[in-house]
């Protein structure tokens, strides 16, 4: 967790040492009370007793009890309100660069599967709350211990000794011990936990269809299986530490009631024996707590190493280095000669290809679902590795130039557009941050999309939300369409543009498209099932075909 800590730039370090020492207070006051309190009592009540009780001192005793029970409830509040602030600050330095890292390492545009998504969010929660549950109770736990052990230390050294070494075994060796001895246990239920989950979604997801195929009975009954074996797991894990806490329980009375035997053979006074019992019983009750700082020590520490590993990902690694990359004032013309091209390194190759784009240019590529052409497209926006030379920007190798240079020039209209919570303004500054409300409406009168933003009341300031899209899904492909126009790239990549459109309003996007190339010259590469028959006057036209 340091490891993550010291990546991320040490962020809040102030905050959470601050926080570590409001713990450490915390847990130290607390054994202040009980140990004074006591003392207090057993003292005056022994004052009483002898006849000595009007010249017992009551005051600072008193005066002692109650700035430990204000210092406890003032520090723990108080390590709350800091902790949570710095951890907050921790999960506000960690997610973004965790997206930045992901991104830079990012093949295509292929979202993060299912799986490998829920294991990064289960090590984000799991880092992020590792100060909460490590740290934390562990500063409190090691004073409160300290104090008690300054409590029976004054009692009876012997004692005392004793007390050093029961807390150094409940309180580190044996916990240490049933980490390791649960850590095959805890990597079993991990993968039991992603099995079931997986299991359980799939028959959520297919529930209807399994249903008809009756096989619905049978997939429950597998998912059932899964969740079964994952509480066995789970139970595996936690089985040594409900042992350690019985154990650790017992220590602590065993101890208490020695402290006090020996007051009596040693002479030490019962009043401090007391004080120092009643610390002692307290402070094991607290180190019963190292069991869950070590189980989540444990799991926390496993989660920031996957993330660190994330963290210090290198970039693409067909990226070349900045130092020695050659810089781009333009793509074209970009030539393809006999391009091989792989959606994943495990997928089958695609090609050969060859072709050139040049300005003023539509090429279309057609193909099958499935066959390669958004691939293809990628390849081209340099989001995959390709062979040296099969690919030229210009004069320029394509393994000469960086990612970031291609993107500069080239943008993409998917089939399937994603929106951020914002307004519709935010959605197309997101391609030029400093565009005009007047480039905007210009870029979704290109896109024929001005008419249905113009519709609602809201205009511009029409809200997007995560499951509320004020547009249908053509509606929204147009307006992403306008999105990637609003970048004024060189080369503009549609993915299915005219799917479901009438032929009216295909003819008039294709006119519009036509004259927006035209005028630079840009090209445009179109990707499609068919070739697309709406009119583009004026662009010199060429095809692919990708073969299903």
């Known amino acids: ?17 601050l926080a570590l020492l409001l713990s450490a207070l915390a847990g130290a006051s607390s054994i202040v009370l009980l140990g004074l309190s006591g003392w207090f009592l057993t003292a005056a009540a022994m004052a009483g007793v002898s006849g000595a009780g009007y010249v017992f001192n009551h005051l600072y005793p008193s005066a002692g009890v109650r700035g430990a029970a204000f210092s406890r409830v003032l520090t723990r509040y108080g390590e709350q309100l800091v902790g949570h602030d ?21 093949r295509g545009f292929t979202s ?42 004054a009692s009876d050294w012997v004692s005392g000794l004793l007390a050093l070494g029961a807390f150094v075994c409940t309180g580190w060796i044996f916990p240490a011990l049933a980490v390791s001895h649960s850590h095959h246990a805890a990597e079993a239920h991990a993968h039991q936990t992603e099995l ?7 028959l959520v997801e297919n529930a209807i269809e399994l249903d008809i195929l009756g096989a619905l009975g049978r997939e429950a009954e597998q998912a059932r299986s899964v969740l079964e074996e994952q509480i066995s797991a789970r139970d595996a894990i936690e089985a040594p530490y409900r042992n350690l806490g019985a154990f650790t329980a017992t220590t602590g009375l065993a101890l208490a009631l020695l402290v006090i035997w020996r007051s009596g053979e040693v002479g030490s006074g019962i009043a401090m024996a007391t004080g120092a019992a009643l610390a002692l ?17 444990s799991r926390s520490g496993v989660a920031a190493e996957r993330l660190a590993e994330r963290l210090q990902a290198h970039e693409a690694s067909w990226d070349p280095p900045l130092e020695t990359a050659t810089p781009l004032n333009s793509l074209f013309p970009v030539s393809a000669t006999g391009l091989m091209l792989q959606a994943a390194p495990s997928a089958p190759m695609i090609g050969p290809l060859s072709f050139t784009i040049h300005p003023g240019m539509l090429l279309q590529v057609i193909g099958p679902s499935g066959s ?27 393994e000469n130039v960086r990612i970031a240079s291609v993107l500069a020039y080239a943008a993409i209209s998917p089939q399937f557009p994603a929106f951020l919570p914002g307004t519709l303004a935010d959605q197309m500054r997101l391609s030029a941050p400093e565009a005009s409300e007047a480039d905007i409406w210009d870029a979704l009168h290109l896109a024929c999309a001005d008419d249905l933003v113009a519709a609602k009341p ?12 004020p547009f249908s899904g053509g509606e ?16 503009l990549i549609l993915d299915e543009p005219f799917a479901g459109l009438e032929p009216a309003l295909a003819v008039r996007l294709a006119a519009n498209l036509s004259r927006w190339a035209a005028q630079v010259p840009r090209s445009l590469l179109l990707l499609a099932h068919k070739p697309v028959e709406a009119p583009f006057d004026g662009l010199k036209q060429d095809t692919v075909q990708i073969p299903g």
């Open 196 to 202: 079931a989950r997986e299991q359980t979604s799939r």
């Open 112 to 153: 993060m599967p299912a799986k490998e998504l829920s294991t990064l969010i289960d090590d984000v929660d799991a880092a992020e709350a590792g100060f909460l549950r490590v740290f934390s109770p562990a500063a409190a736990v090691l004073a409160g211990v300290l104090v008690a052990l300054a409590f029976v230390f």
């Open 1 to 17: 967790m340091l490891k993550l800590w010291r990546l991320l730039g040490k962020p809040a370090k102030v905050r959470f040492a």
């Open 458 to 469: 809201e205009g511009l300031n029409i809200r997007f939300s995560e499951g509320d899209l």
């Open 372 to 398: 390669g052409k958004t691939t293809l497209a990628e390849v081209l926006m340099r989001l995959h590795p390709v062979s040296p030379g099969m690919l030229r920007y210009g004069d320029v190798p394509a």
């Open 281 to 297: 019983m307290a402070a094991f009750e607290s180190t019963g707590a190292m069991l869950k700082v070590f189980d989540a020590r």
């Open 86 to 106: 710095a951890t907050l600050s921790l999960s506000a330095k960690l997610r973004p660069d965790l997206f930045s890292a992901s991104a830079a390492t990012q």
């Open 476 to 491: 929204l492909r147009r307006i992403g369409l306008a999105r990637a126009l609003l970048a004024k790239p060189e080369i």
